[in-house]
């Protein structure tokens, strides 16, 4: 990964033609290697994969497993760049929402749209080898849980907040899913060609991160302190959204590979734990908590009460 910093980050995003992968990078193939590094997924974001019942089960389950947790990265980027950060990068770049922006400003949203259509079509490209090459056939739902608790949200909000709820979700989620993929490509054990997938695909994220960094730097203080109060509550039901844990594909997917009903319960309350669940969702969220800091996100009771009342740190 280049050097990244605010400004690096700007100048590429001016330069995008010459720096964005999907400019600069081949299509990744997935082929046999041979050596240390032949996990499909990362184990330390696998924890149901590393139970000792799995490991009594034999390696291929274990490796299913880890195989199935690569499914659902890729399921979960491709409907949320197709389905939420494409929607709301299009409604930036004509100028439907924040109609104040810069022309400039426009431009690059309408960068990151097309960034993130090739990145939903690099995930399913991928995972499609990944089924080719692995044989293990795909258990997931029909869209990530993410995208039914954002509809809940949003169908029980005011009507006219709903777009800056959406918004602030992808302020959220492009802000802080660089470090999540920076947990998976730097992981010495997973195959190569799965990090450089995720590599390629962070390094667009670093130059997104910027620009909603600073789209959220000139959109927050002109909002109403009303509107601050009433919007900024929702932060922590969004951000437990982007990590909900789809529990009923869990339990299908221990099934597959051979547990009982009653061990698969056993892998799922001792491997998901909820507070293993919060520790990684402080640690992947501190970035863009510290964003909301510096703007004084949290200086409103309201904001600071939700956090508390959802058992989220700020
Ligand atoms: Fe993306
Ligand atoms: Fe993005």
């Known amino acids: ?32 290697v041979e050596g240390a590094a032949t996990l499909y997924y990362s184990r330390d974001l696998t924890p149901i994969a590393a139970h000792p019942l799995i490991e009594t089960l034999g390696p291929a389950a274990g490796h299913a497993l880890l195989v199935q947790e690569l499914y ?3 399921e979960f980027t491709a409907h949320l760049e197709h389905r939420v950060v494409t929607q709301v990068a299009w409604e930036l770049g004509i100028g ?38 692995s044989l293990v056939a795909p258990c997931v739902p029909a869209e990530p849980v993410f995208l039914d608790r954002l509809r809940t949200i949003c169908d029980r909000a005011p009507a006219a907040l709903v777009p800056d709820i959406r918004l602030l979700f992808v302020v959220i989620s492009e802000t802080l899913i660089t470090e999540t993929l920076r947990q998976i490509y730097t992981d010495a054990e997973v195959l190569p060609c799965v990090r450089a997938v995720i590599r390629d695909h962070a390094k667009d994220e670093a130059v997104h991160r910027a620009y909603f960094s600073r789209l959220f730097t000139r959109w927050w203080p002109r909002l109403p302190v009303a509107e601050q109060q009433r919007l900024g509550a929702y932060i922590p039901q969004l951000i437990e959204c982007y990590f909900a844990i789809d529990v009923p594909t869990s339990r299908a997917r221990l099934l597959e590979v051979g547990l009982d009903g009653c061990q698969a319960q056993a892998v799922i309350e001792e491997s998901l734990s ?21 703007l004084g996100v949290f200086e409103h009771a309201q904001i600071h009460d939700a956090f508390e009342r959802r058992g989220l740190t700020h």
Request: charged share 30%.
């Open 1 to 32: 990964m280049p050097r990244t910093g605010p400004k690096r980050e700007d100048e590429l995003m001016r330069h995008w033609r010459r720096h964005a992968t999907l400019h600069t990078t081949p299509r990744r193939v997935l082929e046999p």
């Open 72 to 74: 659902a990265h890729l």
């Open 96 to 133: 439907r929402m924040l109609p104040w922006q810069q022309v400039g400003h426009r431009l690059d949203a309408n960068k990151i749209y097309v960034d993130e259509a090739y990145h939903s079509m690099v995930a399913v490209d991928f995972g499609q080898q990944v089924h080719a090459h």
């Open 274 to 294: 909820e507070h293993a669940h919060r520790e990684r969702l402080a640690t992947a969220t501190e970035g863009t908590l510290r964003l909301f800091r510096e």
